[in-house]
């Protein structure tokens, strides 16, 4: 059975930058912390960073809710990220929005007032 997100993992170029940007982007450092992986407990799940990955704007798509969206967007612009999507309206009043983080890879982001975090197993 699958259980829901548990990692996201995200190849970059330059694993020290990248390590940098991701601990301000979401605000803690890394629980795991070597030289071919680094890994970040965010709400209950992982981001995970690859060395001599292929960073790239195809493939998988995860995306990390927020509260906020217009607020997260502005913050992660701030540091550094463009933007991939503009923020969408998909209906029942879930939002979501892409960026590219200063590595080449897309970083989601969702507000979905639906999200029941008492469901996550």
Request: proline share 7%; glycine share 12%; charged share 20%.
């Amino acid at each position: 059975m699958i259980k829901g997100l548990r990692t996201a993992i995200y190849p970059v170029n330059d694993l020290a930058a990248a390590k940098a940007w991701y601990t301000e982007a979401f605000g803690t450092a890394p629980y795991f912390d070597q030289p071919f992986y680094v890994g970040f407990a965010i709400g209950g799940f992982e981001l995970g960073l690859i060395p001599d990955g292929e960073p790239g704007k195809a493939g998988t798509q995860v995306y990390w809710g927020v509260d906020d969206i217009e607020a997260e967007m502005q913050r992660l612009l701030a540091l550094g990220a463009s933007t991939h999507s503009a923020i969408q309206d998909v209906g029942e009043g879930i939002r979501t929005a892409e960026l590219a983080d200063p590595f080449g890879n897309v970083l989601g982001l969702i507000q979905n007032p639906l999200f029941d975090p008492k469901a996550v197993r």
